[in-house]
């Protein structure tokens, strides 16, 4: 049960390289602040459960920041960073990164995504970070490999009473797992908290600027940070851009739409009409429902919940449509296997049964940043809504919006995240029309909150999460000539 705003194509999650932290930085964690002076300690970077340590060209260390930003001379944590320096000789500064989530990985992800950036590294030093409570920076985990695989089979499409019990309960038993491990913690984890992170970074690395790059969930951070800074806001990219005007119910709402457009897409590529196809997919989802599909993976069914996360994950990319065309068609003859190997690679599950934490850090986090939490009453009201926009996702999502901060042991910051920024230099949003975690509508909100003259709007007319280095020149090259040149695009572009 999670929401699908995660930096998760397909074709990036199937090359993720892991990269541990193997340097460390002043500041032993017991008070006296991180000063902004404080010396980083690059070293080799290590391997993780992942994968393998990048090639030497990778450089990895901690930066020390406060636990509570309200008192910066208290107790400190550790963030790990990774970097590969500028090749080309007129370097502009550092290009941090973030991936979305909330609660992706940037020291996993940063070089795999190295290739997609290659030109950016002419003149930036590519940096990127695990944000607090994410993988190596005091990674929160909720639950056990065990707890995770039995609450698969958790519906979280409640159809009777005793469901909609089993499904609020097992998500009180996932916030209090999570107040368990990660204590006091859980309380400063939120993307306010982060953005302070990020000022403090940038001091550190050595320049006078922000030059950032957000995908999806990093989207919202970047507006976060030119709210707090916005004189100190460089060269920004938001690409896959979260619409910052909507609450917890208006997300789920967004997404709903989304994934149900790129959906359309998909079945007009493969000669079928979206409505007919939509309830023919919607039946299967039923069928599954009321009885699950036997796999090939000894001992697990594919149940609802998983197929829907199986049909949700080639979404993500174009390139993977075929995938989803063979895992469904093997599911209408009766075998979960490949839509269950699909929910799986979502699920950061590897075949021994490990499971990443992800999706932990992900509700830890934006539980924090969320106010509204609708109640079951509230949930039931908005059903007919969701299921209006999409007969596959909206009943999934709309109980989403009951499940994910239910009887959350940490109050929610904010309705909505502020993102003006009055006097910042020109950030380019980047939107693109089949989007279907972040719907195209977001990319024209974001530059309207960002404030006239501020943000500016790149679109491209194309399909998958995220446009920069998705198969458009036109996307590419106009991203490049504004982070290498300072060249301003004229807002309203538009790539097709």
């Given at each position: 049960?999670?929401?699908?705003?995660?930096?998760?194509?397909?074709?990036?999650?199937?090359?993720?390289?892991?990269?541990?932290?193997?340097?460390?930085?002043?500041?032993?964690?017991?008070?006296?602040?991180?000063?902004?002076?404080?010396?980083?300690?690059?070293?080799?970077?290590?391997?993780?459960?992942?994968?393998?340590?990048?090639?030497?060209?990778?450089?990895?260390?901690?930066?020390?920041?406060?636990?509570?930003?309200?008192?910066?001379?208290?107790?400190?944590?550790?963030?790990?960073?990774?970097?590969?320096?500028?090749?080309?000789?007129?370097?502009?500064?550092?290009?941090?990164?973030?991936?979305?989530?909330?609660?992706?990985?940037?020291?996993?992800?940063?070089?795999?995504?190295?290739?997609?950036?290659?030109?950016?590294?002419?003149?930036?030093?590519?940096?990127?970070?695990?944000?607090?409570?994410?993988?190596?920076?005091?990674?929160?985990?909720?639950?056990?490999?065990?707890?995770?695989?039995?609450?698969?089979?958790?519906?979280?499409?409640?159809?009777?009473?005793?469901?909609?019990?089993?499904?609020?309960?097992?998500?009180?038993?996932?916030?209090?797992?999570?107040?368990?491990?990660?204590?006091?913690?859980?309380?400063?984890?939120?993307?306010?908290?982060?953005?302070?992170?990020?000022?403090?970074?940038?001091?550190?690395?050595?320049?006078?600027?922000?030059?950032?790059?957000?995908?999806?969930?990093?989207?919202?951070?970047?507006?976060?940070?030119?709210?707090?800074?916005?004189?100190?806001?460089?060269?920004?990219?938001?690409?896959?851009?979260?619409?910052?005007?909507?609450?917890?119910?208006?997300?789920?709402?967004?997404?709903?739409?989304?994934?149900?457009?790129?959906?359309?897409?998909?079945?007009?590529?493969?000669?079928?009409?979206?409505?007919?196809?939509?309830?023919?997919?919607?039946?299967?989802?039923?069928?599954?429902?009321?009885?699950?599909?036997?796999?090939?993976?000894?001992?697990?069914?594919?149940?609802?919940?998983?197929?829907?996360?199986?049909?949700?994950?080639?979404?993500?990319?174009?390139?993977?449509?075929?995938?989803?065309?063979?895992?469904?068609?093997?599911?209408?003859?009766?075998?979960?296997?490949?839509?269950?190997?699909?929910?799986?690679?979502?699920?950061?599950?590897?075949?021994?049964?490990?499971?990443?934490?992800?999706?932990?850090?992900?509700?830890?986090?934006?539980?924090?940043?969320?106010?509204?939490?609708?109640?079951?009453?509230?949930?039931?009201?908005?059903?007919?809504?969701?299921?209006?926009?999409?007969?596959?996702?909206?009943?999934?999502?709309?109980?989403?919006?009951?499940?994910?901060?239910?009887?959350?042991?940490?109050?929610?910051?904010?309705?909505?995240?502020?993102?003006?920024?009055?006097?910042?230099?020109?950030?380019?949003?980047?939107?693109?029309?089949?989007?279907?975690?972040?719907?195209?509508?977001?990319?024209?909100?974001?530059?309207?909150?960002?404030?006239?003259?501020?943000?500016?709007?790149?679109?491209?007319?194309?399909?998958?999460?995220?446009?920069y280095g998705s198969g458009s020149d036109c996307v590419d090259s106009t991203v490049n000539a504004y982070l290498l040149d300072g060249s301003v695009p004229k807002d309203g572009k538009v790539c097709s």
């Open positions: 049960m999670k929401r699908f705003v995660r930096w998760t194509a397909l074709a990036v999650a199937g090359v993720l390289l892991g990269a541990g932290c193997g340097g460390g930085s002043s500041g032993d964690g017991k008070g006296g602040g991180p000063p902004s002076s404080q010396q980083l300690d690059w070293g080799r970077c290590k391997a993780t459960r992942d994968g393998p340590a990048p090639s030497s060209d990778w450089q990895c260390a901690t930066l020390r920041v406060p636990l509570d930003w309200s008192k910066p001379d208290g107790e400190t944590i550790g963030l790990a960073l990774i970097r590969a320096k500028a090749r080309g000789g007129k370097r502009i500064g550092s290009l941090l990164f973030n991936f979305g989530g909330p609660g992706a990985s940037g020291v996993s992800m940063m070089p795999s995504y190295a290739t997609t950036v290659s030109q950016l590294r002419e003149r930036y030093d590519l940096v990127s970070w695990d944000p607090r409570g994410v993988g190596a920076s005091q990674g929160i985990r909720c639950r056990d490999d065990k707890e995770i695989q039995t609450a698969e089979s958790v519906d979280a499409t409640p159809d009777t009473p005793a469901e909609e019990q089993a499904y609020l309960r097992d998500a009180a038993d996932f916030g209090k797992g999570c107040r368990k491990t990660a204590g006091k913690l859980m309380e400063h984890v939120s993307t306010t908290d982060t953005a302070r992170d990020m000022d403090l970074m940038r001091q550190v690395l050595g320049d006078d600027r922000m030059h950032y790059f957000g995908i999806s969930y990093g989207t919202e951070l970047g507006g976060v940070y030119a709210h707090l800074f916005p004189k100190k806001v460089g060269r920004m990219i938001l690409d896959a851009v979260v619409d910052p005007t909507a609450d917890t119910v208006g997300h789920a709402e967004n997404q709903t739409r989304g994934f149900q457009r790129a959906l359309n897409d998909y079945l007009k590529s493969t000669g079928q009409d979206p409505a007919q196809g939509s309830r023919k997919i919607a039946h299967l989802l039923r069928r599954i429902d009321a009885r699950p599909l036997p796999t090939s993976s000894p001992g697990r069914k594919l149940t609802q919940t998983l197929a829907l996360t199986g049909i949700v994950l080639p979404l993500y990319s174009k390139s993977s449509w075929p995938t989803l065309t063979s895992a469904l068609e093997a599911a209408e003859q009766g075998d979960g296997s490949e839509l269950l190997a699909l929910a799986d690679g979502y699920n950061e599950r590897d075949p021994s049964g490990t499971y990443g934490t992800t999706t932990h850090s992900q509700r830890v986090i934006s539980c924090l940043d969320d106010r509204r939490r609708p109640t079951l009453e509230e949930t039931r009201k908005l059903l007919p809504r969701f299921e209006s926009i999409s007969p596959v996702f909206g009943a999934f999502l709309g109980w989403d919006t009951a499940g994910w901060c239910h009887d959350w042991p940490v109050a929610g910051q904010h309705d909505t995240p502020q993102v003006s920024a009055p006097g910042a230099e020109p950030i380019l949003v980047v939107g693109n029309t089949g989007d279907p975690a972040t719907p195209y509508e977001g990319a024209r909100k974001m530059a309207d909150e960002l404030g006239k003259g501020v943000g500016v709007v790149l679109t491209w007319q194309g399909e998958g999460h995220g446009a």
